[in-house]
């Protein structure tokens, strides 16, 4: 099948991937009465006396938009907020598949973060929680981290956070199986955005020895051209302080994680690469290298972000799961505890009659996985005392 072809033409069929489904009746007077005037007005005047009945007295409780501005969508770039509706809808489908959470797509006509917040911050009364989808970096680190300051509710943005989580998840299996501690490898990451940052701050914070990270000009080091996240994370990373290009960095690395961009790696830095190695190419929709040339150039394990191929590692296995746990404790903020649990959860769930160098993670199918994801994440939250419930 053509994916490309065949989803437009669905779209157009489809018109939409998500509609409102009324929860109550209103074809009586009885009905319509209580579900809107004059009934409504009680609720209305509990919420107001005490603005936390807002979480039991409306929807409010499960509800969470997808917000993005447009401005790194899906691999295609900065097309602009309407162009990222149909991935926002598609995340908000996935949303009440997996997680039964009702989701609702905000594509925002701004690029300027203080208008981006301040928009949030109005609309935060009507959610449970934030998802930020889809918003470049440098910019996207500060939007988060002022709403997270600002709000009582749950900021997660997705491209960082998610990713890390799933991409934990894959590393924690993949290093089981090719009998390797995590404290003692050196894993290299290619692409040196949002998704990169994050996926480095979070393995080291489960402990992988060193982290060596590459953006288009080589590895992030001394004397190398970085913004200011970069040169951050550049204090924490590169153990040994190499220098270089990607191709330096993964001569005698345990791992590869690639979120940057199609047909970086060749067949040659794969086998410079520790025996066992681990190979994960997530680029969408071509990877850094195919599968076929990773193993064929001796990983022996390979992930990707295709769905049409073994050990798809997506971010669709957590937002869903981590928000269901969020949600029913109504939760203050999404930390690091419950990040940590949510990667465990998403591991632990392949059963292990399945767990192979093909399967190190469960399909994103599979609701069972993300039922482990929510009950985790909701314990953990309630052991950090960050759980209302």
């Known amino acids: 099948m053509n994916y490309r072809e065949e989803s437009l ?38 919420i107001q006396k005490d603005p936390e009945k807002s979480f039991t007295l409306t929807r409010r409780w499960n509800t969470v938009p997808v917000i993005t501005d447009g401005t790194a969508i899906l691999g295609l770039g900065d097309i602009g907020p309407e162009a990222g509706m149909p991935v926002m809808e598609g995340k908000c489908a996935l949303f009440k598949a997996f997680g039964d959470v009702d989701a609702y797509p905000l594509c925002i006509r701004s690029k300027d973060p203080d208008e981006i917040i301040k928009t949030i911050e109005l609309l935060a009364g009507s959610f449970g929680g934030i998802n930020l989808e889809d918003i470049s970096a440098p910019r996207c680190f500060e939007i988060e981290r002022r709403l997270i300051e600002d709000l009582d509710i749950p900021v997660f943005h997705d491209d960082q956070h998610g990713t890390a989580i799933v991409m934990a998840a894959a590393l924690l299996n993949a290093l089981k199986l090719v009998g390797k501690r995590i404290g003692e490898i050196r894993l290299v990451i290619n692409g040196a955005g949002a998704a990169g940052i994050s996926i480095a701050k979070f393995l080291i914070e489960i402990g992988v020895g060193d982290v060596v990270l590459c953006d288009r000009f080589g590895i992030l080091s001394d004397g190398v051209q970085m913004n200011d996240a970069q040169r951050e994370i550049s204090r924490v990373t590169n153990r040994d302080k190499i220098k270089g290009t990607l191709a330096d960095a993964m001569k005698g690395a345990d791992a590869f994680v690639g979120v940057s961009g199609p047909n970086c790696v060749t067949k040659e830095m794969v086998r410079s690469m520790k025996s066992r190695a681990i190979v994960f ?35 669709v296995l957590v937002f869903p799961g981590l928000f269901r746990g969020a949600l029913d404790v109504r939760a203050r903020k999404i930390n690091f505890e419950m990040m940590r649990a949510a ?30 994801v929510a009950r985790a994440v909701a314990d953990a939250a309630r052991r950090t005392g960050v759980a209302r419930l």
Request: charged content about 25%.
């Open 281 to 315: 190419a997530c680029a969408n929709p071509t990877p850094e290298i195919s599968r076929e040339d990773a193993l064929e150039a001796g990983a022996e394990i390979v992930g990707t972000g295709s769905s049409e191929k073994p050990n798809q590692i997506n971010n």
């Open 343 to 372: 990667a465990e959860a998403i591991a632990n769930s392949v059963p292990m009659c399945d767990f192979s160098a093909e399967k190190i993670l469960p399909f994103a199918y599979e609701k069972g996985a993300h039922e482990q």
């Open 9 to 46: 033409k669905r779209h157009a069929e489809w018109r939409g991937k998500i509609e409102i489904v009324p929860r109550v009746e209103v074809d009586s007077r009885e009905k319509l009465s209580l579900a809107y005037t004059p009934g409504v007005a009680e609720p209305c005047l509990a």
